[in-house]
């Protein structure tokens, strides 16, 4: 079991920078792919950045890319995010998937204003 917990959310200009923090624990070590995931009110959640843990290949969603950055160290999961524009406004979630299942944080919100 794999528990993911985000931190860093909060209200900023547009134009401005976040980093959010997924602080992860449990079973780690099987871990195959993590990332981060976000949803706005009415919609899909989506892909912002995803990282293989097995090919160190990290895919981002076109929309941020140039803009946010995914990295990790052994127990902590990044999003590093630069100008941001009123349409990242979202719920924000950690990732994590081994080869049986599919975790995910509880979310923080990032609210950026125009």
């Known amino acids: 079991q794999v528990q993911l917990v985000e931190s860093g959310g909060g209200l900023v200009q547009a134009g401005g920078s976040l980093r959010l923090t997924c602080s992860a624990s449990?079973?780690?070590?099987?871990?195959?792919?993590m990332g981060w995931y976000r949803q706005a009110p009415g919609k899909e959640r989506d892909l912002v950045a995803l990282d293989s843990l097995t090919t160190s290949f990290t895919k981002y969603a076109d929309s941020v890319k140039g803009r946010f950055t995914l990295s990790r160290d052994n127990a902590n999961v990044y999003l590093q995010m630069n100008k941001l524009k009123p349409e990242d406004t979202a719920v924000y979630y950690c990732?994590?998937?081994?080869?049986?299942?599919?975790?995910w944080g509880q979310g923080t919100q990032v609210t950026v204003s125009s």
């Open positions: 449990g079973s780690i070590s099987n871990v195959l792919f």
């Open positions: 990732y994590a998937v081994d080869q049986t299942r599919t975790y």
